[in-house]
């Protein structure tokens, strides 16, 4: 049974940093690309960072230069590290294997409960 939790998320003003975590059990991450995805109010989901089974890693453009992804398969999990946050980054943000491709934001698995930012002064 997979399950995925994400944790880490919380309240910081802009130009604050936060480090997003995500473990995932029941799946071979050596098999699976992961990518973080987020969902603003009244928005659909998006991706944000992937990170390839071959170690190609990819960022939208909204957050190039200031998110980092990486990932340890031994250890189950992905981190995204958010940097120079500004208030259009507040969302729910989730991790997953997307299905498909990764512009779509669907995910392989069943989506775990997210962790919310909020990015304000």
């Known amino acids: 049974q997979v399950q995925i939790v994400e944790s880490g998320g919380g309240w910081t003003q802009p130009g604050g940093s936060l480090r997003l975590s995500c473990t995932a059990s029941?799946?071979?991450?050596?098999?699976?690309?992961m990518a973080w995805y987020r969902e603003a109010p009244g928005k659909q989901r998006e991706w944000v960072a992937l990170f390839k089974t071959d170690g190609t890693i990819l960022y939208s453009d909204s957050v190039k230069g200031r998110f980092t992804i990486s990932r340890d398969n031994i250890k189950k999990s992905a981190w995204l590290e958010m940097n120079s946050l500004k208030p259009e980054d507040t969302a729910r943000y989730y991790c997953?294997?997307?299905?498909?491709?990764?512009?779509?934001?669907?995910?392989?698995?069943?989506w775990g409960q997210g962790t919310p930012v909020t990015v304000s002064s």
């Open positions: 029941g799946i071979s991450w050596s098999m699976n690309h």
């Open positions: 997953n294997a997307p299905y498909g491709i990764v512009d779509d934001a669907k995910g392989l698995f069943k």
